[in-house]
Protein backbone atom coordinates (compact mmCIF):
# COMPACT_ATOMS: atom_id res chain seq x y z
CA UNK A 1 0.00 0.00 0.00
CA UNK A 2 1.24 3.68 -0.93
CA UNK A 3 1.55 6.05 1.80
CA UNK A 4 -0.62 9.04 1.32
CA UNK A 5 2.02 11.47 1.11
CA UNK A 6 3.01 10.43 -2.10
CA UNK A 7 0.54 12.32 -3.69
CA UNK A 8 0.42 15.87 -3.84
CA UNK A 9 -3.26 15.92 -2.05
CA UNK A 10 -1.94 16.00 1.09
CA UNK A 11 -4.14 14.70 3.88
CA UNK A 12 -5.24 17.27 7.10
CA UNK A 13 -5.59 15.63 10.34
CA UNK A 14 -6.21 17.49 13.94
CA UNK A 15 -3.44 16.52 15.84
CA UNK A 16 -0.81 18.34 18.70
CA UNK A 17 2.93 19.07 18.38
CA UNK A 18 5.79 19.41 19.84
CA UNK A 19 7.98 21.01 17.76
CA UNK A 20 11.51 23.31 17.23
CA UNK A 21 11.21 26.46 18.43
CA UNK A 22 9.54 29.35 15.97
CA UNK A 23 12.40 30.87 15.03
CA UNK A 24 13.87 27.33 13.63
CA UNK A 25 10.44 26.99 11.64
CA UNK A 26 10.64 29.88 11.03
CA UNK A 27 13.85 29.65 8.73
CA UNK A 28 12.39 26.24 7.99
CA UNK A 29 9.94 27.74 6.01
CA UNK A 30 11.81 30.98 4.66
CA UNK A 31 10.76 30.55 1.12
CA UNK A 32 7.48 29.80 1.79
CA UNK A 33 4.02 31.73 2.67
CA UNK A 34 3.21 32.05 6.99
CA UNK A 35 3.43 29.07 9.21
CA UNK A 36 -0.34 28.87 9.19
CA UNK A 37 0.49 27.27 5.64
CA UNK A 38 3.82 25.88 4.64
CA UNK A 39 4.61 24.79 1.78
CA UNK A 40 7.64 22.94 0.52
CA UNK A 41 9.31 22.55 -2.60
CA UNK A 42 9.25 19.59 -4.47
CA UNK A 43 9.89 17.43 -7.60
CA UNK A 44 7.05 16.27 -9.10
CA UNK A 45 4.98 14.78 -11.54
CA UNK A 46 1.96 14.24 -13.03
CA UNK A 47 1.96 11.54 -15.93
CA UNK A 48 4.66 9.22 -16.74
CA UNK A 49 7.01 9.78 -19.25
CA UNK A 50 10.81 11.37 -19.78
CA UNK A 51 11.88 12.18 -16.07
CA UNK A 52 13.75 15.65 -17.17
CA UNK A 53 10.83 16.55 -19.04
CA UNK A 54 7.74 15.20 -16.36
CA UNK A 55 9.65 16.74 -13.66
CA UNK A 56 8.69 20.04 -12.43
CA UNK A 57 9.78 21.89 -9.01
CA UNK A 58 6.81 23.33 -7.39
CA UNK A 59 5.39 24.26 -4.22
CA UNK A 60 3.36 21.86 -2.75
CA UNK A 61 1.00 22.37 0.98
CA UNK A 62 2.01 20.51 3.89
CA UNK A 63 -0.96 19.16 6.21
CA UNK A 64 -0.93 19.93 10.10
CA UNK A 65 1.20 17.46 11.96
CA UNK A 66 -0.61 15.26 12.77
CA UNK A 67 -0.40 13.38 16.80
CA UNK A 68 1.23 10.38 15.07
CA UNK A 69 3.51 12.09 12.67
CA UNK A 70 6.56 14.16 12.26
CA UNK A 71 7.56 17.08 10.44
CA UNK A 72 11.19 16.46 8.81
CA UNK A 73 13.47 18.77 6.99
CA UNK A 74 15.02 16.61 3.80
CA UNK A 75 18.64 16.73 3.72
CA UNK A 76 19.99 14.82 0.78
CA UNK A 77 18.50 12.06 -1.64
CA UNK A 78 20.12 10.28 -4.25
CA UNK A 79 18.70 9.22 -7.85
CA UNK A 80 18.65 5.50 -8.49
CA UNK A 81 17.68 3.93 -10.96
CA UNK A 82 14.43 2.56 -10.03
CA UNK A 83 13.51 6.20 -9.43
CA UNK A 84 13.98 6.94 -13.14
CA UNK A 85 11.94 3.61 -14.19
CA UNK A 86 9.51 5.20 -11.77
CA UNK A 87 8.96 8.00 -13.34
CA UNK A 88 8.91 6.40 -16.49
CA UNK A 89 6.24 4.27 -15.16
CA UNK A 90 8.27 0.61 -16.04
CA UNK A 91 8.81 0.13 -12.54
CA UNK A 92 7.27 -3.12 -10.70
CA UNK A 93 5.18 -0.67 -8.27
CA UNK A 94 3.95 3.10 -8.91
CA UNK A 95 2.17 5.69 -7.27
CA UNK A 96 -0.74 7.58 -7.98
CA UNK A 97 -0.10 10.72 -9.91
CA UNK A 98 0.23 13.60 -9.38
CA UNK A 99 3.48 11.85 -7.26
CA UNK A 100 6.67 13.27 -5.83
CA UNK A 101 10.09 11.49 -7.27
CA UNK A 102 12.58 10.10 -5.02
CA UNK A 103 12.23 6.93 -2.68
CA UNK A 104 15.37 6.77 -0.78
CA UNK A 105 16.98 9.61 1.36
CA UNK A 106 17.73 11.33 4.90
CA UNK A 107 15.81 14.08 6.71
CA UNK A 108 15.96 15.33 10.12
CA UNK A 109 13.15 15.54 12.32
CA UNK A 110 12.18 19.12 12.88
CA UNK A 111 8.45 18.68 15.11
CA UNK A 112 6.94 15.45 16.28
CA UNK A 113 3.69 14.74 16.58
CA UNK A 114 2.42 14.31 21.12
CA UNK A 115 1.99 10.63 20.41
CA UNK A 116 5.22 10.07 18.55
CA UNK A 117 7.47 7.90 20.94
CA UNK A 118 10.01 6.44 19.18
CA UNK A 119 11.51 9.96 17.48
CA UNK A 120 12.72 13.34 18.73
CA UNK A 121 13.76 16.60 17.00
CA UNK A 122 16.82 16.15 16.00
CA UNK A 123 16.43 12.77 14.84
CA UNK A 124 18.09 11.53 11.66
CA UNK A 125 15.59 8.98 10.03
CA UNK A 126 15.49 7.28 6.40
CA UNK A 127 12.52 5.58 4.65
CA UNK A 128 11.24 1.89 6.01
CA UNK A 129 10.10 1.54 2.40
CA UNK A 130 9.35 2.34 -1.51
CA UNK A 131 7.34 5.63 -2.85
CA UNK A 132 7.66 7.88 0.02
CA UNK A 133 8.60 11.05 -2.42
CA UNK A 134 11.79 11.92 -0.68
CA UNK A 135 13.14 14.77 -3.76
CA UNK A 136 11.46 17.51 -1.56
CA UNK A 137 12.85 20.30 0.87
CA UNK A 138 9.92 18.89 3.87
CA UNK A 139 7.56 16.61 4.61
CA UNK A 140 4.98 15.43 6.97
CA UNK A 141 5.28 11.54 7.59
CA UNK A 142 3.71 8.95 9.86
CA UNK A 143 6.25 7.64 12.75
CA UNK A 144 5.71 4.39 11.57
CA UNK A 145 6.90 5.55 7.81
CA UNK A 146 10.44 6.01 8.92
CA UNK A 147 13.49 4.80 11.11
CA UNK A 148 15.67 6.65 13.05
CA UNK A 149 19.38 6.51 12.02
CA UNK A 150 22.46 7.72 14.07
CA UNK A 151 22.81 11.28 13.29
CA UNK A 152 26.82 10.98 13.47
CA UNK A 153 26.85 9.21 10.34
CA UNK A 154 28.17 11.16 7.09
CA UNK A 155 25.64 12.57 5.14
CA UNK A 156 26.29 10.96 1.63
CA UNK A 157 26.57 7.45 3.64
CA UNK A 158 23.00 7.93 5.45
CA UNK A 159 21.34 9.28 2.10
CA UNK A 160 22.33 6.70 0.33
CA UNK A 161 21.94 3.78 3.00
CA UNK A 162 18.37 2.63 3.06
CA UNK A 163 18.51 0.57 -0.83
CA UNK A 164 21.83 -0.41 -2.49
CA UNK A 165 23.60 -1.77 1.13
CA UNK A 166 20.32 -3.27 2.49
CA UNK A 167 20.60 -4.86 -0.92
CA UNK A 168 23.81 -5.83 -0.76
CA UNK A 169 24.07 -6.94 3.23
CA UNK A 170 20.78 -9.16 2.22
CA UNK A 171 22.09 -10.95 -0.79
CA UNK A 172 25.23 -11.80 1.36
CA UNK A 173 23.65 -12.93 3.92
CA UNK A 174 20.27 -15.16 2.55
CA UNK A 175 21.42 -16.97 -0.01
CA UNK A 176 24.09 -19.14 0.37
CA UNK A 177 25.79 -20.19 3.69
CA UNK A 178 29.77 -17.48 3.25
CA UNK A 179 32.42 -18.07 5.25
CA UNK A 180 35.50 -16.27 5.28
CA UNK A 181 37.76 -17.35 2.38
CA UNK A 182 34.98 -18.69 0.57
CA UNK A 183 34.06 -16.19 -3.10
CA UNK A 184 31.08 -13.91 -4.65
CA UNK A 185 31.48 -12.81 -8.00
CA UNK A 186 29.57 -9.77 -9.36
CA UNK A 187 28.90 -7.54 -12.25
CA UNK A 188 27.88 -4.17 -12.59
CA UNK A 189 30.65 -3.91 -9.25
CA UNK A 190 31.20 -0.07 -9.66
CA UNK A 191 27.46 0.25 -9.30
CA UNK A 192 25.73 1.55 -5.70
CA UNK A 193 25.11 -2.25 -4.86
CA UNK A 194 28.71 -3.17 -6.06
CA UNK A 195 30.35 -1.20 -4.64
CA UNK A 196 28.23 -1.87 -0.79
CA UNK A 197 29.14 -5.68 -1.65
CA UNK A 198 32.49 -5.42 -2.11
CA UNK A 199 32.98 -3.85 1.77
CA UNK A 200 30.32 -6.15 3.28
CA UNK A 201 32.22 -9.12 1.80
CA UNK A 202 35.78 -7.67 2.37
CA UNK A 203 34.20 -6.80 6.36
CA UNK A 204 33.70 -10.49 6.88
CA UNK A 205 36.34 -11.73 4.74
CA UNK A 206 34.89 -12.89 1.59
CA UNK A 207 36.60 -12.40 -1.93
CA UNK A 208 35.00 -10.51 -4.86
CA UNK A 209 35.47 -10.85 -8.06
CA UNK A 210 34.35 -8.05 -9.47
CA UNK A 211 33.21 -7.33 -13.01
CA UNK A 212 32.95 -4.22 -14.81
CA UNK A 213 32.68 -2.99 -18.77
CA UNK A 214 35.80 -1.73 -19.98
CA UNK A 215 36.22 2.00 -19.93
CA UNK A 216 39.12 4.29 -20.66
CA UNK A 217 39.79 5.19 -17.29
CA UNK A 218 39.17 1.57 -16.36
CA UNK A 219 42.65 0.99 -14.23
CA UNK A 220 41.61 4.03 -12.28
CA UNK A 221 38.25 2.48 -11.18
CA UNK A 222 40.07 -1.17 -10.64
CA UNK A 223 42.21 0.67 -8.15
CA UNK A 224 39.24 2.52 -6.45
CA UNK A 225 37.14 -0.76 -5.98
CA UNK A 226 40.72 -2.41 -4.88
CA UNK A 227 40.80 -0.08 -2.32
CA UNK A 228 37.57 -0.78 -0.87
CA UNK A 229 38.65 -4.03 -0.43
CA UNK A 230 38.15 -6.15 -4.51
CA UNK A 231 40.26 -9.17 -4.38
CA UNK A 232 39.85 -9.19 -8.26
CA UNK A 233 39.15 -6.32 -10.74
CA UNK A 234 37.87 -8.02 -14.40
CA UNK A 235 36.26 -6.22 -17.64
CA UNK A 236 33.13 -8.17 -18.59
CA UNK A 237 35.36 -9.67 -21.32
CA UNK A 238 37.39 -11.31 -19.53
CA UNK A 239 35.03 -14.09 -18.16
CA UNK A 240 34.99 -16.31 -20.96
CA UNK A 241 39.17 -16.20 -21.00
CA UNK A 242 41.52 -18.66 -20.11
CA UNK A 243 43.11 -16.28 -17.76
CA UNK A 244 40.10 -16.66 -15.53
CA UNK A 245 41.74 -20.23 -14.38
CA UNK A 246 44.87 -18.34 -13.37
CA UNK A 247 42.62 -16.10 -11.14
CA UNK A 248 40.72 -18.89 -9.45
CA UNK A 249 44.42 -20.60 -8.35
CA UNK A 250 43.85 -17.18 -5.81
CA UNK A 251 40.57 -17.98 -4.91
CA UNK A 252 37.64 -20.63 -5.20
CA UNK A 253 34.93 -20.61 -7.86
CA UNK A 254 32.29 -18.58 -6.10
CA UNK A 255 29.51 -20.09 -4.21
CA UNK A 256 27.17 -16.83 -4.87
CA UNK A 257 26.74 -14.60 -8.64
CA UNK A 258 25.08 -11.34 -8.11
CA UNK A 259 23.54 -9.99 -11.31
CA UNK A 260 22.67 -6.13 -11.58
CA UNK A 261 23.18 -6.68 -15.44
CA UNK A 262 21.57 -9.46 -16.96
CA UNK A 263 21.88 -10.96 -20.31
CA UNK A 264 25.31 -12.13 -21.47
CA UNK A 265 26.61 -10.82 -18.48
CA UNK A 266 24.39 -12.88 -16.53
CA UNK A 267 24.99 -15.98 -18.46
CA UNK A 268 29.00 -15.53 -17.81
CA UNK A 269 28.55 -15.22 -14.50
CA UNK A 270 27.43 -18.68 -14.27
CA UNK A 271 30.25 -20.17 -15.80
CA UNK A 272 32.39 -19.32 -12.56
CA UNK A 273 30.26 -20.71 -10.03
CA UNK A 274 30.68 -23.57 -7.68
CA UNK A 275 28.54 -26.69 -8.01
CA UNK A 276 25.06 -26.19 -6.59
CA UNK A 277 25.89 -22.06 -6.41
CA UNK A 278 23.28 -19.53 -6.22
CA UNK A 279 22.87 -16.73 -9.04
CA UNK A 280 20.90 -13.83 -7.40
CA UNK A 281 19.31 -11.41 -10.03
CA UNK A 282 18.35 -7.93 -8.53
CA UNK A 283 18.88 -5.56 -11.55
CA UNK A 284 18.68 -5.32 -15.43
CA UNK A 285 20.66 -2.67 -16.53
CA UNK A 286 21.11 -4.51 -19.99
CA UNK A 287 17.55 -4.66 -19.97
CA UNK A 288 18.30 -8.25 -21.53
CA UNK A 289 16.98 -11.53 -19.98
CA UNK A 290 18.93 -14.01 -18.21
CA UNK A 291 19.68 -17.26 -20.23
CA UNK A 292 20.63 -20.35 -17.95
CA UNK A 293 22.36 -23.08 -20.13
CA UNK A 294 21.30 -26.36 -19.76
CA UNK A 295 24.40 -27.65 -18.80
CA UNK A 296 24.74 -25.20 -15.51
CA UNK A 297 21.57 -26.89 -14.48
CA UNK A 298 22.08 -30.55 -14.45
CA UNK A 299 26.22 -30.52 -14.36
CA UNK A 300 26.51 -27.58 -12.14
CA UNK A 301 22.89 -28.04 -10.39
CA UNK A 302 22.93 -23.66 -9.90
CA UNK A 303 19.95 -22.48 -8.29
CA UNK A 304 18.78 -19.33 -9.89
CA UNK A 305 17.19 -16.78 -7.70
CA UNK A 306 15.67 -13.29 -7.60
CA UNK A 307 15.71 -10.46 -5.17
CA UNK A 308 13.83 -7.06 -4.40
CA UNK A 309 14.86 -5.42 -1.24
CA UNK A 310 11.22 -3.45 -1.28
CA UNK A 311 9.45 -7.25 -0.48
CA UNK A 312 12.09 -7.85 1.70
CA UNK A 313 11.02 -4.29 3.37
CA UNK A 314 7.43 -5.27 3.01
CA UNK A 315 7.67 -9.02 4.32
CA UNK A 316 9.06 -7.71 7.45
CA UNK A 317 7.41 -4.60 8.43
CA UNK A 318 6.00 -5.90 11.68
CA UNK A 319 9.42 -7.55 12.45
CA UNK A 320 11.09 -4.26 12.80
CA UNK A 321 14.04 -6.00 15.19
CA UNK A 322 15.09 -7.54 12.31
CA UNK A 323 15.51 -4.15 10.18
CA UNK A 324 17.23 -2.45 12.63
CA UNK A 325 19.47 -5.13 13.22
CA UNK A 326 20.71 -5.17 9.54
CA UNK A 327 20.76 -1.26 10.02
CA UNK A 328 23.00 -1.25 13.34
CA UNK A 329 24.95 -3.64 11.80
CA UNK A 330 25.62 -1.39 8.63
CA UNK A 331 25.53 1.81 10.51
CA UNK A 332 28.85 0.15 12.38
CA UNK A 333 30.87 -0.53 9.33
CA UNK A 334 30.13 2.83 8.33
CA UNK A 335 31.23 4.15 11.95
CA UNK A 336 34.78 2.11 11.65
CA UNK A 337 35.02 3.42 8.00
CA UNK A 338 34.43 0.10 6.55
CA UNK A 339 31.58 0.93 4.41
CA UNK A 340 31.75 4.03 2.87
CA UNK A 341 28.97 5.80 0.77
CA UNK A 342 29.24 5.69 -3.20
CA UNK A 343 31.29 8.09 -5.30
CA UNK A 344 28.06 10.92 -5.21
CA UNK A 345 28.19 14.15 -7.59
CA UNK A 346 26.57 16.49 -4.90
CA UNK A 347 23.58 18.83 -6.73
CA UNK A 348 21.10 21.56 -5.71
CA UNK A 349 17.51 20.96 -5.30
CA UNK A 350 17.02 23.55 -8.01
CA UNK A 351 20.01 22.08 -10.32
CA UNK A 352 17.86 19.08 -10.81
CA UNK A 353 17.74 18.76 -14.54
CA UNK A 354 21.49 18.70 -14.81
CA UNK A 355 21.59 15.67 -11.73
CA UNK A 356 18.47 13.81 -13.69
CA UNK A 357 20.60 13.71 -16.59
CA UNK A 358 24.07 12.81 -15.80
CA UNK A 359 21.81 10.02 -13.60
CA UNK A 360 21.05 8.62 -17.13
CA UNK A 361 24.48 8.59 -18.23
CA UNK A 362 26.61 5.31 -18.61
CA UNK A 363 29.77 4.84 -17.37
CA UNK A 364 29.86 7.73 -15.01
CA UNK A 365 30.78 5.71 -11.39
CA UNK A 366 29.30 8.31 -9.84
CA UNK A 367 25.39 8.99 -8.24
CA UNK A 368 23.63 12.11 -8.32
CA UNK A 369 22.89 13.52 -4.91
CA UNK A 370 20.23 16.05 -4.54
CA UNK A 371 20.84 18.44 -1.89
CA UNK A 372 17.98 20.11 -0.48
N1 LIG B 1 16.42 -5.71 -6.50
C1 LIG B 1 16.69 -4.79 -5.58
O1 LIG B 1 16.27 -4.86 -4.43
C2 LIG B 1 17.56 -3.64 -5.98
C3 LIG B 1 18.05 -2.77 -5.03
C4 LIG B 1 18.92 -1.75 -5.43
C5 LIG B 1 19.22 -1.61 -6.78
N2 LIG B 1 18.66 -2.46 -7.67
C6 LIG B 1 18.96 -2.39 -9.10
O2 LIG B 1 20.35 -2.61 -9.23
C7 LIG B 1 20.84 -1.94 -10.36
C8 LIG B 1 21.99 -1.05 -9.92
O3 LIG B 1 21.49 -0.04 -9.05
P1 LIG B 1 22.48 1.02 -8.39
O4 LIG B 1 21.72 2.05 -7.67
O5 LIG B 1 23.53 0.28 -7.69
O6 LIG B 1 23.06 1.63 -9.76
P2 LIG B 1 24.11 2.78 -10.07
O7 LIG B 1 24.94 3.06 -8.88
O8 LIG B 1 23.37 3.89 -10.74
O9 LIG B 1 25.01 2.07 -11.17
C9 LIG B 1 24.49 1.59 -12.38
C10 LIG B 1 25.34 0.40 -12.79
O10 LIG B 1 24.77 -0.22 -13.93
C11 LIG B 1 25.80 -0.39 -14.92
N3 LIG B 1 25.17 -0.37 -16.24
C12 LIG B 1 24.37 0.58 -16.75
N4 LIG B 1 23.95 0.23 -17.97
C13 LIG B 1 24.51 -0.98 -18.24
C14 LIG B 1 24.47 -1.86 -19.35
N5 LIG B 1 23.75 -1.59 -20.45
N6 LIG B 1 25.18 -3.02 -19.27
C15 LIG B 1 25.92 -3.30 -18.19
N7 LIG B 1 25.99 -2.50 -17.10
C16 LIG B 1 25.30 -1.35 -17.14
C17 LIG B 1 26.73 0.77 -14.70
O11 LIG B 1 27.97 0.46 -15.25
P3 LIG B 1 28.80 1.51 -16.15
O12 LIG B 1 29.60 2.33 -15.17
O13 LIG B 1 29.62 0.62 -16.98
O14 LIG B 1 27.81 2.35 -16.91
C18 LIG B 1 26.77 0.78 -13.17
O15 LIG B 1 27.61 -0.23 -12.69
C19 LIG B 1 19.64 -1.19 -10.94
O16 LIG B 1 19.06 -1.99 -11.93
C20 LIG B 1 18.72 -1.06 -9.76
O17 LIG B 1 17.37 -0.89 -10.12
C21 LIG B 1 17.86 -3.46 -7.31
Not at 307 to 330: C, G, I, P, Y
Request: charged content about 20%; some cysteine; hydrophobic content about 40%.
Amino acid sequence: MWPLFTTVCLRSRAGCRSSVSAAGLTSLFSHSAPLSAPTCRALLYRKHGDPSRVLQLEDVDLPPVGAKDVLVKMLAAPINPSDINMIQGTYAILPDLPAVGGNEGVAQVVEVGCQVKSLKTGDWVIPKDAGLGTWRTEAVLAEDDVISLPSDLPLLSAATLGVNPCTAFRMLSDFEDLKPGDSVIQNAANSGVGQAVIQIAAARGINTINVIRDRPEFSQLSDRLKAMGATHVIKEEALRRPEMKELFKTCPKAKLALNGVGGKSATELLRHLQFGGSMVTYGGMAKQPVTVPVSALIFKDVKVRGFWVTQWKRDHSNDEKRFRAMLDELCRLIQQGQLTAPACSQVGLHDYSRALEAAMQPFTSAKQLLIM
